[in-house]
């Protein structure tokens, strides 16, 4: 080739590659595999390297540049890089388009344009004849600083526009462009890196907003082309030599037209309600976006309007920034309290300056476990980040470790329980610390809670304060202990515990607890075994042991192999099993429960006992409430028939029985075809 058509066939590859890339990136969806993208990019780089000087400053190649040096030039805006001013809910909106509209008359007919707003930061990207020369931070607003180099490195940045040669046909680009774009990481991509470190050993980050401003101020860009930035662009700062539309949603059709990415949730509407109506359902469904957003902005779509309505400090008046309640706040840490589950796994739990989250006080905090505050080095009278959302239990993300005082106490996990005070244990691969003493009160405590729990043997009146009383009497132990309580020993607790709280006489009280607790003595063998605790076993595999084993005295004997043979037992829960039945101080609560005849045999029998009935062979699933059995009830009735039920509707499933208010299992019985039963069907199935 000669070097006339080698230097055109350059000039070619360098646009098909940037077509690629946009492709790719900002629209997902390439057109070419990336074998196919790496040969193009490959005969590039071949052309440069021959070639020095004819590379192109918009060439693919120019995206990871050199290490600055120590600090970063200073850039002079070519216009004021605004703020906006905030508003809390629809009213505040209303007050806000109240004002600008005595202002100015036009406001009343003016359209309005809604937009997310980005919890990321402010970029100021500079285009001449179309090519990508600078890129700047915010700073304040009048000047920025050059991160050019680091700018290059986000891929959805086009480095030259129109990005595409379709686009070139149809828009036209002023000789010198200036647009402003919010650039963040998203949500899932934030995640990914955070756990890619975790796994290597390193620092994890507070949140993505931090991340990405952290990562756009490296002095090495090639740090910031690995972490996962992007942008959206929303406005033009500056233009010179060419026209720009001057209707914010046209600017946006422009915007993305030129190849830039734009946010596909914005809208425009005819009048300020609609408008509101709008931001509000995307304040319900903010977690549907890819990125964390802060709010919405309402924008007047008009853009000479909204200009010469002019700026209250820094900001704008022709827009507003309708913000989402916070979900993320930074309070003091006070104190680290540990307490203990069930397990006996020890539980961080944070002790906070009371702060307000979204309209809750919230004082305590979840810290996860110990290892989670030795690697976030979160120490005691740090300023911490706590976040709320949804239904998650408030947790703390991290401290701010720049207004640290000094004065903060590193935190050392307990070496000895904290109820019982005796040594804790770690087990290999788990985070998690443990009191092992079986007889801790604290451990007792949560065990008697869950062994009188409605799924295990649902011993109704031992609440609380009378199971610590009990303990603290000494008139409970262990968990069999509850059968040999007294009369006596039930009335000490009662009469010691807050009177003012109970309606009911103490004697009451003794005897409805004690015709409970005798009832429960029938209860089947399922329940008995989800009534022990044993780490990792629930109803369901409490179920499957039961018809398996047939009784306690099997059951015990088992060794891992065995267990493991049942479906949904793996080595971790068979381990969990074995472990459980060889602690002595279970052996002693086995041997009571013998003793006082507390010894169920499964009404299904062991394996290949199963007993043969109308239901052998079939799988069922229940969903809703049904006019006489209880959950369990209907369970029992379709195994001791020789059915079996599972927890979710498969493909294998034979049929549903359905009850009153049913869950998603019935859409999902449905689109799979499998039958459907009520209970009046189901005992007919079973013959009775
Ligand atoms: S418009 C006159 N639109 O929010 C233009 N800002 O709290 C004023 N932001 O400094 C900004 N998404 O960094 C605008 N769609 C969006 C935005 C947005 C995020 C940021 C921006 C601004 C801050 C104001």
């Known amino acids: 080739m000669d070097t006339k058509s080698l230097r055109s066939r350059y000039e070619e590859l360098v646009v098909e590659v940037n077509q690629h890339n946009y ?40 995206r990871a540049g050199a290490k600055a040096a120590d600090r970063f ?72 600083e050059d991160i050019t180099a680091n700018l290059r490195t986000v891929k959805t940045i086009p480095l030259k526009i129109p990005v595409t040669s379709k686009q070139s046909s149809v828009v036209s680009v002023p000789k010198y462009l200036v ?58 700062v500056y233009s010179e030599g060419g026209e720009v539309p001057t209707s914010q949603w046209e600017l946006l059709q422009y915007l993305k037209a030129l190849g830039f990415p734009v946010t596909d949730v914005a809208k425009r509407f005819d009048d300020i309600e609609s408008a509101i109506t709008y931001t509000e359902t995307w304040n319900k469904r903010r977690d549907e976006l890819a990125y964390e957003a802060d709010g919405m902005v309402i924008k007047i779509d008009d853009l000479n309007l909204a200009a010469e309505l002019g700026f209250v400090g820094k900001d704008p008046r022709g827009a507003t920034a309708f913000k989402f309640p916070a979900r993320e706040v930074t309070t003091k840490l006070l ?12 539980i961080p739990n944070a002790v906070l300056e009371p702060v307000e989250i979204n309209g809750v006080i919230v004082e305590r905090a979840t810290l996860h476990n110990f290892d989670y505050i030795a690697e976030k080095d979160i120490r005691v009278g740090d300023r911490v980040l706590v976040k709320r959302a949804g239904e998650v239990i408030p947790y703390v993300i991290g401290p701010v470790v720049d207004v640290r005082t000094g004065k903060e106490k590193k935190y050392k996990p307990p070496q000895v329980c904290p109820v019982c005070e005796q040594p804790v244990e770690h087990f290999e691969g788990e985070v998690a610390w443990y009191c092992v003493n079986a007889a801790c009160p604290a451990q007792l405590q949560r065990n008697i809670e869950h062994f009188v729990s409605r799924g295990s043997m649902d011993i109704n009146g031992l609440g609380f304060k009378i199971v610590e009383k009990l303990i603290d009497t000494g008139a409970i132990k262990d968990v ?128 290949g006992l199963s007993p043969e009935g109308k239901l052998t062979g079939l799988t069922f699933v229940v969903t809703g409430t049904l006019p006489t059995f209880s959950r369990d009830g209907v369970k029992e009735f379709i195994e001791s028939n020789g059915g079996k039920v599972t927890d979710s509707v498969s493909k294998k499933t034979d049929y549903l029985v359905l009850g009153e208010n049913p869950g998603s299992k019935f859409e999902k019985a449905k689109s799979l075809g499998v039958k459907i039963l009520d209970e009046a069907g189901l005992k007919k199935l079973a013959g009775v």
Do not use: C, M
């Open 73 to 144: 030039e200073k850039v002079r805006h070519p216009a004021p890089i605004l703020s906006l001013a905030n508003a809390f809910g629809a009213d505040d909106a209303r007050a806000w388009y109240e004002r600008v509209r005595k202002l100015d008359e036009r406001v009343a007919s003016a359209k309005f344009v809604v937009e997310p707003k980005i919890d990321g930061l402010s970029v100021v990207l500079h285009y001449r004849d179309g090519v990508f020369v600078q890129g700047a931070t915010r700073g304040d607003g009048e000047v920025g």
């Open 480 to 607: 069999a202990d509850i059968y040999t309580l007294t009369r006596e020993s039930i009335l000490e607790a009662v009469t010691k515990k807050d009177r003012k709280t109970e309606k009911e006489p103490p004697g009451k009280i003794a005897d409805n607890l004690l015709s409970a607790i005798a009832e429960s003595k029938s209860q089947p063998l399922p329940r008995l075994i989800t009534a022990l605790g044993i780490r990792g076993v629930g109803e369901v595999s409490a179920r499957d042991l039961a018809s398996h084993f047939g009784n306690l005295d099997a059951l015990s004997k088992a060794n891992a192999d065995d267990l493991q043979e049942i479906e949904g037992v793996g080595p971790n829960i068979a381990e969990a099993i074995v472990d459980w039945f060889k602690r002595p101080a279970n052996q002693k609560i086995l041997k009571k429960l013998k003793a006082i005849g507390l010894w169920p045999v499964s009404n299904v029998g062991a394996k």
């Open 179 to 236: 647009v402003r774009g919010e650039a963040f990481i998203p949500v899932k991509e934030f995640e990914k890196l955070n756990e890619q470190l975790a796994e290597a050993g390193e620092k994890t980050y507070l949140n993505p907003r931090n991340t990405a401003a952290g990562s756009l101020r490296q002095l090495d860009p090639s740090l910031t082309a690995s972490r996962p930035l992007t942008l959206l662009v929303y406005q033009i």
């Open 335 to 346: 104190d680290i309290r540990v307490t203990v589950g069930r397990t006996g796994v020890l």
């Open 23 to 62: 492709r790719y990136h900002t629209l997902d969806a390439p057109i070419i595999s990336d074998a196919e993208y790496d040969k193009l990019l490959n005969e590039l780089k071949r052309i440069e390297a021959d070639h020095p000087d004819w590379i192109a400053p918009d060439s693919p190649t120019q």
